[in-house]
Each structure stands twice: as C-alpha cells, then as structure tokens.
C-alpha cells in the first residue's frame, strides 16, 4: 500500500517562530489532508489539498502532486499550535480510506 | 449534535471482557468510519459505512472486531473477548457525503485492557 513519510517527527519553537513541516508519498493521491490533533486527542481537519496552495491565516499548505509531496507552513506560532500534525492521503483510489503518516509532533513554548 | 459524540470517552476493559463503543456522527451525515490509532502511532482505517451499508471492513484487525450501523446514524463498534493489544484510541468520524473530502472526527474512545 501508499506509504506516508512526515518529517520532522518532533519540533519545538519558542512562540513566534515559523516552521514548515513535510509529507512525501510514495504514489500518486487523489486526496491529500493535513490534520491537527490537539492534546485532549481530537482531530481536526485544516486543508484538503491533493494539489496546489491554500492559505487559511497563519496557516498555509502547498502540494506538489507530480513530486509526491506536500508541506504545511505554521508562521508567527502560537502556544496553542501545541499537538501533532498529520497528513493523510487517499488509500488505492479510494474515496473513503485514508492512510495517514505517523505525524509531526509540535510543541510551541511561549 | 454539532459534532461527533463518542462515549465512553475512556473504558479500562479486563481481559476478555466485551466492550461497545457508541458513535453519534453529525446529523445528516451520509458516510461514518472508525479509526484505530495506538499510541504515537497515526490512526488506521477500521471501516467505513455509506447510510446503513457497510462498504469496506478490511481494516478490521479480527474477527473479534464487529461494527454496526443499522438505522444509518448512530453507529455502535464492539469487540469481543479483549486483548491487551487491543488496547488504542478509537476514532469515529463522519462527512456529509459519500467521500473523505471533508470529514468529520470525534474526541475518540480511549480502550485499556489489563
């Protein structure tokens, strides 16, 4: 099956900074999302992006579909960006199943 | 509801004892899935339903594994006969159409068994 490849596995910034966190895949998605789980465990959709750029204020995600790979950019971070960051992406072409990475845990100190 | 409910929130289960673990997606909702996710490990697809039809079961680890949404709304997964291996986050999500394009996620059932 699609295998989903995230880096860094952990990341710490001090409030303010910016980062950039990656997906590779490793064939071609019809589906890719990113995702945030907060620390009480619920996950929370931020993009639907299987190609192109998206900017949802402090957040933005660029996917390159031809090159396999997808990244999030967190600017001006904020002590509740605390959490772990997932990408997912669709499963053998399915519209239902997706395969997500073993996520970007971020931890923001102020 | 306004999201999707989960409950019990967290359930310490002995060894070979039965657990249900209830799912109250968002109203209107077409399809529902369930998720496994153990610790620091991303979630795994269990299964999914369209309505009341159970599409794909694949991800079910065993037989042990049962899930039912028999009036197309509120969704029930048991497991059987408890190992500790079994022991995770459950995840239940819905979205308003046949597809995952924007999807829904609950707080999850947190299953120990010891």
Not at chain 1, 14 to 41: I, K, M, Y
Request: charged residues 15%; neutral net charge.
């Amino acid at each position: 099956g699609i295998q989903v490849e995230q880096s860094p596995p952990d990341l710490i910034l001090q409030e303010g900074a910016n980062s950039t966190l990656r997906c590779n895949f490793s064939d071609s998605v019809n589906n890719l999302q990113w995702f945030h789980q907060n620390p009480w465990g619920q996950l929370i959709n931020l993009f639907y992006i299987p190609s192109g750029t998206k900017q949802n204020g402090r957040l933005s995600a660029t996917t390159v579909a031809t090159e396999r790979y997808s990244l999030l950019y967190i600017s001006s971070s904020q002590t509740t960006d605390s959490g772990v960051y997932f990408c997912a992406v669709d499963s053998g072409g399915s519209n239902y199943k997706l395969t997500f990475g073993k996520g970007t845990l971020l931890t923001v100190n102020p | 509801g306004a999201g999707v409910s989960q409950s019990p929130r967290y359930k310490v289960a002995k060894r070979g004892q039965d657990v249900a673990l209830r799912c109250d997606p968002i109203s209107g909702h077409v399809s529902l899935f369930w998720y496994q996710q153990a610790l620091g490990q991303g979630p795994e697809f269990l299964t999914y339903f369209q309505n009341e039809a159970q599409l794909d079961k694949s991800g079910l680890p065993s037989d042990r594994f049962f899930a039912e949404r028999p009036e197309g709304s509120v969704s029930t997964l048991k497991i059987q006969r408890t190992q500790q291996e079994d022991s995770a986050v459950y995840l239940c999500a819905s979205s308003q159409g046949p597809g995952v394009h924007t999807i829904y996620f609950g707080e999850g059932s947190w299953l120990t068994v010891v």
